[in-house]
């Protein structure tokens, strides 16, 4: 009886439940969203931007499944929701739920870049793109932990030298 309700073999099962209970998304419907919010025709587009290369998304395809970190990738790299690539949902955010803050809800990094564009009169492929946006992202989380920093001297005494 003690085996039954012992705590150290419920996270196998509770695992294993989670994983059964979670719907997978189907490559070709997870795919045909991809292209219709990402520039990209192709598969071997798709695995340059994943960097990974062509046969593995083939091997996704023939198992009928989307991995999911490549969604998460692809999410993050293009400021697209991820229920939205997996599942098709779209979800409203609410200004409450996010600390009322549009700023909690988009990537910063998308409209500096945009601004860039703009001002330089400049284009730049997808690749290009998620490279500078890479770039960006670095830089500010720089930047900002500095300012911290600062602002965490200057208010509390010299804490953090």
């Known amino acids: 009886m003690a085996g039954k309700n012992n705590p150290a073999r419920q996270p196998a099962s509770f695992g294993a439940e989670v994983a059964g209970s979670a719907p997978e998304?189907?490559?070709?419907?997870?795919?045909?969203?991809?292209?219709?919010?990402?520039?990209v025709k192709?598969?071997?587009?798709?695995?340059?931007?994943?960097?990974i290369k062509t046969p593995s998304i083939t091997g996704a395809k023939q198992r009928g499944t989307f991995p999911l970190a490549w969604a998460y990738k692809l999410a993050w790299t293009y400021n697209v929701s991820?229920?939205?690539?997996?599942?098709?949902?779209?979800?409203?955010?609410?200004?409450?739920?996010?600390?009322?803050?549009?700023?909690?809800?988009?990537?910063?990094?998308?409209?500096?870049?945009?601004?860039?564009?703009?001002?330089?009169?400049?284009?730049?492929?997808k690749k290009q793109q998620t490279a500078i946006l890479e770039i960006v992202r670095e830089e500010l989380k720089t930047i900002t932990i500095q300012i911290?920093?600062?602002?965490?001297?200057?208010?509390c005494g010299d804490v953090d030298k």
């Open 82 to 125: 991820l229920d939205f690539l997996l599942f098709g949902v779209e979800r409203e955010k609410s200004p409450q739920a996010c600390g009322g803050g549009t700023l909690a809800s988009i990537d910063p990094t998308i409209p500096i870049f945009d601004e860039a564009l703009e001002i330089t009169g400049a284009s730049v492929s």
């Open 148 to 155: 911290i920093r600062v602002l965490k001297r200057g208010a």
């Open 42 to 51: 192709n598969q071997s587009q798709l695995a340059d931007i994943l960097e």
């Open 25 to 39: 998304p189907a490559f070709d419907e997870v795919w045909e969203r991809i292209k219709g919010v990402i520039d």
